[in-house]
C-alpha cells in the first residue's frame, strides 16, 4: 500500500522557520496537501496543489514540491501555528487516498 | 455560511452497527462529492469512504470495505455512513467532509465537520 512520511516532529521558537517535510514515491506526479490540526478541533486545509495557498491563511505558510518530496514551510512560525500538520495525497492511480503519520510542530 | 454537521455517534459494542449522519448546509449539496475521514485515538487521519455527488459512484478504503457503507439524500442534504461488523479498530472520530476535485484530476479534503466519536467496546 502506498505511504507518505512525516517526521514525528519539528520544533522552532517563535520568528524562525519552520520545515514540515513528506516524502513519497508518486509526489512526482501527484499534488500534496498539506492539512493543520490544532488540539481537539478539526483538520483545516492549509496548503492545496501543492503550493496554492487557501483563502484566509497567512502568507507565511508556502508550499513546494522536488522529486518525491514535499515539504511546508511556515516563515516566522507563530506560537498560535502550534499543532499537528498531515500531508496528503494518493497513489499513482488516484485509487488510494492517504495522509502521512502527521508531524507535531512545537512554537517555543 | 458553509456548515457541515455529523451526528450519530456513540458506544457500540463489537460486532455490532451504527449509522453515521452529516448535515450539510450553505453550499448546493448534490453539486459536491462528499468523504468521510476517521481518526483513532490520538492517532493519525485515515480516508474511510468518498461519494460523488449524484451518489452513482462509491469508494472505500482498503480497511472498512465490505463493511461500511456510504450513502447519500441529496433531497435532505445529508450524508450517511452505515457501519456494520464493527471492530475495537473502528474506535475513532469520524469527519464529514467536502471533497473537491483537483486541476489534475485528485480528491482532496476541502471542508470539514467536527467529527462525531464512534467508540466499539463492550
Known amino acids: 500500500s502506498y505511504e507518505l512520511t512525516q517526521p514525528p516532529s519539528v520544533s522552532v521558537s517563535p520568528g524562525q522557520t519552520a520545515r514540515i517535510t513528506c516524502s513519497g514515491d508518486?509526489?512526482?506526479?501527484?499534488?500534496a496537501y498539506w492539512y493543520q490540526q490544532k488540539s481537539g478541533q478539526a483538520p483545516v486545509l492549509v496548503i492545496y496543489?501543492?503550493?496554492k495557498r487557501r483563502s484566509g491563511i497567512p502568507e507565511r505558510f508556502s508550499g513546494s514540491t522536488s522529486g518525491t518530496m514535499a515539504t511546508l514551510t511556515i516563515s516566522g512560525a507563530q506560537v498560535e501555528d502550534e499543532g499537528d500538520y498531515y500531508c496528503?495525497?494518493?497513489?499513482?492511480?488516484?485509487?488510494?487516498?492517504?495522509f502521512g503519520g502527521g508531524t507535531k510542530l512545537t512554537v517555543l | 455560511e458553509v456548515q457541515i454537521l455529523e451526528s450519530g455517534g456513540g458506544l457500540v459494542q463489537p460486532g455490532g452497527s451504527l449509522r453515521l449522519s452529516c448535515a450539510a448546509s450553505?453550499?448546493?449539496?448534490?453539486?459536491?462529492?462528499m468523504a468521510w475521514v476517521r481518526q483513532a485515538p490520538g492517532k493519525g487521519l485515515e480516508w474511510v469512504s468518498a461519494?460523488?455527488?449524484?451518489?452513482?459512484?462509491?469508494y472505500y478504503g482498503d480497511s472498512v470495505k465490505g463493511r461500511f457503507t456510504i450513502s447519500r439524500d441529496n433531497s435532505k442534504d445529508t450524508l450517511y455512513l452505515q457501519m456494520t461488523s464493527l471492530r475495537a479498530d473502528d474506535t475513532a472520530t469520524y469527519y464529514c467532509?467536502?471533497?473537491?476535485?483537483?486541476?489534475?484530476?485528485?480528491?482532496?479534503?476541502?471542508?470539514w465537520g467536527r467529527g462525531t466519536l464512534v467508540t466499539v467496546s463492550s
Open positions: 450553505g453550499f448546493t449539496f448534490g453539486s459536491y462529492a
Open positions: 467532509a467536502r471533497d473537491f476535485k483537483a486541476a489534475i484530476g485528485d480528491w482532496f479534503f476541502e471542508l
Open positions: 508518486a509526489l512526482p506526479n501527484k499534488y
Open positions: 496528503y495525497s494518493t497513489d499513482i492511480s488516484g485509487n488510494h487516498r492517504v
Open positions: 461519494i460523488t455527488g449524484s451518489g452513482a459512484g462509491t
Open positions: 496543489e501543492g503550493n
